[in-house]
């Protein structure tokens, strides 16, 4: 007798596709719906998760696009800690779909608003980046002419970008209850004044990223018509959540809507992939292995998993590097941190 799973591959079975299998090298578990060519302009954005995959595109000879270069002369310690080649533009982290969208919207209007550029202590931050400039601006005027310069750079780089690697991070966020803007992170985190009268929170749901994602795409393809996407899920669980609940169920309800919403939003469109890379980094057969001792930081195991199947799939492979000596360490592991504002939250906890 046969039925509808008798001639099944192995990877369509749990025992063989999963507990029995290499965690460490997942075997078709990812079909690319095209391909990226060699020479293909890329630019990467997203979660604090999103900065590996753009040191590991760069590392596999992939043209990964850099609008905003580092200054010349500026070491790359420092560089990094002023969000220099972290992302194709110094945007910082994008947490959310919305956030994305907005930056888009503003980007193609040039538009800068005051409102943006919260102080502190005598210095100016910009909002949507607080900490792309460690110690602030020395002028609210300095501050929103970077941040023209930053959304000029931003629409050249989406105009020319032949596909945007965006990694989606939260559905949590702030918002300001007059003119709808989102924050990366809250108000009186960084920088700015938290008004409980003024910022509300968000928790968005599987509707509101969707219609996030088709918004953003129909913003970019306004700019560049050929322009395709591939969306991902950060494995990195929640730092802290402001919705009321427990931070293990907070985590597990923000990326299954992520996941889900990219998942249905991939599917309406033939220019939209979805790479599973949350489902490596948490897949059971690793027993955890892919995150550091605190449960949170993916390990270099785990984003070299990550990484592996995404460019083998796209016949790449990562290229080896050295590493630097114990006695030189210090530097280069500082430079390879990863940048993220949501673990501000646990630092400023009573």
């Not at 959310?96 to 209007?109: C, E, N, S, Y």
């Not at 919260?118 to 607080?130: K, L, N, S, T």
Request: with cysteine.
């Amino acid at each position: 007798m046969t039925h509808p799973y008798s001639d099944l591959a192995a990877t369509a079975f749990w025992r063989s596709g999963v507990a029995e299998a290499d965690p460490a090298a997942p075997v078709d578990l990812y079909r690319p719906k095209f391909v990226l060519d060699a020479d293909a302009a890329i630019a990467t954005a997203g979660s604090c998760f999103a900065q590996h995959v753009g040191r590991a595109l760069r590392g596999a000879g992939m043209q990964v696009q850099d609008a905003e270069p580092r200054p010349r002369g500026c070491p790359p310690v420092v560089a990094r800690a002023y969000g220099y080649g972290v992302y194709s533009a110094r945007y910082g982290n994008i947490y959310t779909v919305r956030q994305l969208v907005q930056l888009i919207g503003d980007a193609v209007a040039e538009r800068v608003d005051p409102i943006d550029i919260w102080a502190h202590e005598g210095r100016f931050y910009d909002a949507m980046r607080p900490t792309i400039e460690p110690g602030g601006f020395a002028t609210l005027d300095e501050a929103m002419a970077l941040r023209l310069s930053h959304l000029r750079a931003v629409r050249g780089l989406f105009s020319e970008t032949a596909c945007l690697i965006f990694t989606l991070g939260l559905t949590e966020c702030w918002s300001d209850r007059d003119t709808g803007r989102v924050f990366p992170t809250c108000p009186g985190i960084v920088a700015g004044s938290f008004d409980p009268a003024r910022h509300v929170f968000l928790n968005l749901r599987h509707a509101e990223v969707l219609a996030d994602l088709e918004a953003a795409r129909r913003m970019l393809h306004a700019l560049n018509p050929g322009m395709r996407m591939v969306l991902t899920v950060s494995p990195v669980p929640l730092t802290a959540t402001a919705a009321g609940g427990h931070v293990l169920a907070a985590t597990m309800r923000s990326k299954a809507v992520l996941r889900a919403a990219a998942d249905e939003f991939a599917a309406m469109h033939e220019d939209v992939d979805y790479f599973p890379s949350y489902e490596i980094v948490t897949n059971p057969a690793a027993r955890g292995r892919f995150f550091r001792p605190n449960l949170r930081e993916v390990t270099p195991e785990g984003v070299e998993a990550v990484m592996s199947c995404f460019l083998a799939a796209h016949g790449l492979a990562i290229q080896p590097r050295p590493r630097p000596a114990a006695v030189a360490a210090s530097a280069s592991e500082q430079a390879e941190d990863v940048i993220c504002e949501e673990i501000l939250l646990e630092a400023s906890r009573k």
